[in-house]
Each structure stands twice: as structure tokens, then as C-alpha cells.
């Protein structure tokens, strides 16, 4: 056809796909050259596709694919499936029946359709990677819903939110639990903010871990629609060094208080024996105070 780009692949058999948009997918038609004597074979259709560009935070997505995205990974997605399994999926709003429409805004919408009525669930997806550093605090949110309220035989759901450096499972760290969700309608669920211990790239994710309960005989689902990823820089808090000194003049009685910053507000000065002999409201870093009435002795 026209508007692509052509390359022929000789000695190998891998080729360099170069000036590709992120997040978009793409097809590539592939044709073998069989000689003189036999020309070439039809060409097949493979469909290729790029990350999006996860650089720059704020990150949303609402999983409505534009027409040129085909794949999970135009997304950012990556499932790990064990038990039960995280799937996309999108309402169909044609058919007049809302009743099995689970999306939160729009029509396309993730969900896992764990637990089965023979097992628990133990899958997992991550949207990433996200380049993060140690300087910031990040917040991972997303709607959440489940298929259907919980009863003695369909299983509430447990999930986790988690973080890690890879996305195929094997570094998680959970960074919050959430155990026996029921909720029908969705509603907004937010992790503890997470700082990275170094700089590098991140995967956040969840995990439906919720366990076969004895008497389960319906599975439950939970959907996501709407995750955002956002970014803070970690508050520091600036202590203004305040020195304190005094001292006293024995020839002109004074007790002298200097303070490097901050304006002094009062002075109380006690005998031995807790007797305030001296008080007196201050409003300024140097002050003299007058003790020639004072006998002499120690004072507090």
C-alpha cells in the first residue's frame, strides 16, 4: 500500500522499526521473497505497538482506546494472570441493556473476573513505567467497583495497591490493603502517597488476592476505570536557627539578652527559693535588664 514505510531484511531475520508515535499501534505487512522461480508469498498483517510516553506527570487514562490505538500496551497495561485474570473489556451501549454496562465514564473500563468458584484469585495488573525520583511523593488513584454485593455464596473482594521496579510480579510492595469491598457503585480509591527509594522506573498496579471462602457457589468481580498517577515534591520543613546568650554586668547591674533572630516576649527571674523577683514583658532580640535591686545571690 501507501503512506508506509518499505524494508527489505536480508541475512537476519529482525528488522528496526524507528520514528514510531508512543502509545499508538500499527500494522505491519510481511511477505516472503521465495526467488525468481517461485516470487513472493501474500502478505500478512501483523499489529505492532508503542508504550505511551510516561515521562511527564500528571498521568491519566480512562482506557477509551482513539482509533489508532489497538493494543493493551498503547495503554501503558500489563497483566500477570495466575489464578483468575485481569481482562479489557468495553460496554456495549447498543443493545439497550444498561444492566451489564460497567464502565465509570465512557464505555471502556479493566476488571478481573476472579474469584472463580473453585479458586482464589491471585492476578495482578501494572500501568507503567514511570520515571520516578527520590526527591517526590506519588499518588496512584482509580474508581473502583465490584460486580455484585457480597452474600454467603459470592465472595466480598480483597485486592491490594501495589508498587514495584518490574511488572512481572516478582517486587511488589504493597503500599495498601483493602479487604472485604462490596461496593456496587464506584467510588475513588487512593494509595498512601509513595516515595521511591531511588530513582529509577516504577510500575504501579493491584492485586485481586481474594480468597475461595467455603459455600462460594457465584464469582465477583472488580472493575477499574480512571487511574491517575500524580507527583509532589517532598515538603521540607525549615527550622530558623535561633541563638540565645545573656550576660551580666556586674559594675552596672544589668542582665543583658541577646537573641540572633527572634524577638524576645518576656523574662522571669526566680530566687532559690521560687520567688519571682522580676517580671517583665519584652518586645525586642536585645533587651538590658535592670537587677540592682536584687541582693546578691543566685538567681533563676
Known amino acids: 500500500g501507501s503512506g508506509g514505510n518499505i524494508a527489505t531484511i536480508t541475512n537476519g531475520d529482525s528488522y528496526q522499526l524507528s520514528s514510531l508515535m508512543p502509545g499508538v499501534s500499527y500494522n505491519v505487512f510481511v511477505r516472503q521473497d521465495c526467488g525468481t522461480t ?4 501474500e502478505y500478512v498483517e501483523l499489529v505492532v505497538g508503542t508504550s505511551p510516553d510516561l515521562s511527564m506527570l500528571p498521568y491519566a487514562e480512562d482506557f477509551e482506546p482513539e482509533a489508532n490505538q489497538a493494543l493493551l500496551l498503547n495503554f501503558g497495561l500489563s497483566f500477570v494472570n495466575t489464578t483468575g485474570s485481569w481482562n479489557f473489556a468495553q460496554d456495549d451501549t447498543t443493545d439497550g441493556d444498561t444492566t451489564n454496562d460497567y464502565a465509570d465514564d465512557g464505555v471502556a473500563y479493566i476488571f478481573s473476573n476472579s474469584t472463580f468458584t473453585d479458586a482464589g484469585a491471585d492476578a495482578k495488573f501494572y500501568v507503567g513505567p514511570f520515571s520516578l525520583t527520590t526527591g517526590n511523593e506519588y499518588t496512584f488513584s482509580f474508581n473502583q467497583r465490584t460486580l455484585s454485593a457480597a452474600s454467603a455464596t459470592r465472595p466480598a473482594k480483597d485486592f491490594d495497591i501495589i508498587v514495584a521496579p518490574t511488572n512481572d510480579g516478582t517486587s511488589d510492595t504493597v503500599l495498601d490493603m483493602f479487604d472485604d469491598i462490596d461496593n456496587t457503585s464506584y467510588v475513588t480509591r487512593t494509595a498512601t502517597a509513595f516515595t521511591p527509594p531511588a530513582d529509577g522506573d516504577y510500575y504501579f498496579g493491584v492485586h485481586d ?5 467455603t459455600g462460594v457457589t457465584l464469582a465477583n468481580s472488580i472493575f477499574i476505570d480512571g487511574l491517575s498517577i500524580t507527583s509532589q515534591a517532598l515538603s521540607v520543613n525549615e527550622f530558623e536557627q535561633n541563638v540565645f546568650t545573656h550576660s551580666y554586668n556586674k559594675n552596672l547591674k544589668t542582665l543583658n539578652l541577646e537573641s540572633s533572630n527572634m524577638a524576645m516576649t518576656n523574662v522571669e527571674v526566680y530566687s ?10 519584652l518586645s525586642n532580640t536585645s533587651e538590658s535588664i535592670d537587677v540592682s535591686n536584687l541582693n546578691d545571690g543566685v538567681y533563676l
Open 38 to 41: 517461485n516470487g513472493t508469498s
Open 209 to 213: 488476592r481474594t480468597g475461595l471462602l
Open 272 to 281: 532559690l527559693l521560687g520567688q519571682n523577683v522580676i517580671s517583665k514583658l
